[in-house]
């Protein structure tokens, strides 16, 4: 089973859209909020990538989701993955109220990015952290998340 893929283009999703694939996904999901013009998110990037990898035989998925502003979509976001070989299921969200979109993926959430979300589905697991994350911190979510799958087998 091949989890990561390299994307053609970074597909426009609204918030709803993605709180259903989130809600439907039978595997185990690394969702990162990110955007071309923060540092911190295109640092820590490369971690969640090589990650998402490593964990590929437990059917962990990469889903990457750009909020870049409007004039940047397509054509930036798209050049950025490009350029830089950007694996995973890739989004740009089609949203402009953070109000409304923050709390629907986190009621923590303040905005801040990068973001990641960890969802297990199959065992109720989900974790949401408002900061980059080191690859090893990545590692440790993922380990953390696949755990009570791992007991249950």
Known sequence: MVCLVQAQ?????????LETV?????RPL?????????????EEMP???KA???????????????????????DKVNSFVKRFKVKGMLYWLDEYDADYFCPRVDSSWSGAI??????????GYRSFQERALTASQVQLQIATML??????Q
Do not use: H, M
């Open 147 to 152: 755990a009570p799958a791992r007991s249950q």
């Open 114 to 123: 990068p973001a990641s979300l960890f969802v297990n589905n199959k065992t």
């Open 30 to 42: 690394v969702i990162n909020f990110w955007a071309t013009y923060c540092k911190p998110c295109l």
């Open 52 to 74: 998402a990898e490593q964990y590929s035989k437990d059917s962990v998925q990469l889903i990457l989701v750009s909020l870049d502003l409007e004039e940047d979509y397509p």
């Open 9 to 17: 283009s970074v597909r426009k999703v609204k918030i709803t859209e």
């Open 22 to 26: 989130i809600k439907q996904s039978q």
């Open 47 to 49: 971690g969640l990538v």
